[in-house]
């Protein structure tokens, strides 16, 4: 199925603006746009919008629901998509995330853990996963309490066929600019402080489209964009 010329200039137009906007702010942290991962967050999105997304030269792409992972994953195994998924994750879909993820941010239960190592380890695959840290610890928001990181951490040293490769956050939000970089240089510190326990965890899964220029200010090396990309309309 393909998209119509009039959705393809909007979806042009929308990546134009966004990276004009990545690069602004990688230039105003004097940092390389190389060293921030941008993943493309398409759930709710159609396979041939993604693939316009995908020509025009985004590479890594964020799912949350695991059957809509599975279904676009086997829709575009022709591309050489990076799935990343960052939703909580379900016992019972723990097999469809291992065989279509390539990566997940969403770890914060060793039940978990253990369930997707044993999926992974079935197919003769090691996972990237971060741990999802709950910054604000809100009661609405999956994620360890940031005290327990560097204890959880060590859980994964039992489970080889999971990498941990680093954190993720949703910093809450608010209209106050100044609050919200202290909270996310608070995620910086305490990623700084896992890095020293586990060097290979150097990633911070950090800002989405309404945060991600002050999440690049604050050290992000990963954020997760959707509407900034796709736009309100698709």
Not at 141 to 154: M, T
Request: aromatic share 6%; glycine share 4%.
């Amino acid at each position: 199925k393909l998209i119509d010329k009039c959705t393809t200039k909007y979806l042009n137009n929308n990546i134009k603006v966004f990276q004009e906007r990545f690069l602004e702010a990688c230039s105003k942290s004097s940092r390389q746009p190389s060293d921030v991962l941008i993943i493309a967050v398409s759930k709710k999105k159609e396979s041939s919008i993604i693939r316009n997304v995908y020509e025009s030269g985004f590479e890594n792409f964020g799912e949350n629901f695991a059957q809509e992972l599975a279904k676009k994953s086997e829709e575009l195994k022709d591309l050489h998509i990076i799935w990343h998924f960052i939703g909580p994750i379900q016992s019972n879909k723990v097999n469809l995330v291992a065989a279509n993820a390539n990566w997940v941010h969403s770890i914060d239960r060793e039940k978990i853990i253990s369930k997707l190592n044993s999926a992974c380890k079935e197919i003769d695959k090691v996972m990237n996963v971060c741990i999802q840290v709950n910054i604000d610890n809100e009661g609405t928001k999956s994620g360890i309490h940031p005290d327990n990181l560097l204890e959880f951490s060590n859980i994964l040293k039992d489970y080889p066929n999971l990498k941990l490769k680093g954190m993720m956050v949703l910093p809450k939000l608010c209209d106050d600019l100044l609050h919200n970089e202290k909270v996310m240089r608070k995620c910086f510190a305490l990623h700084a402080n896992l890095k020293l326990v586990h060097p290979d965890a150097n990633i911070l899964s950090m800002g989405t489209t309404s945060d991600f220029e002050s999440a690049i200010k604050c050290g992000s090396s990963m954020i997760r964009v959707g509407e900034s990309i796709f736009g309100k309309r698709l």
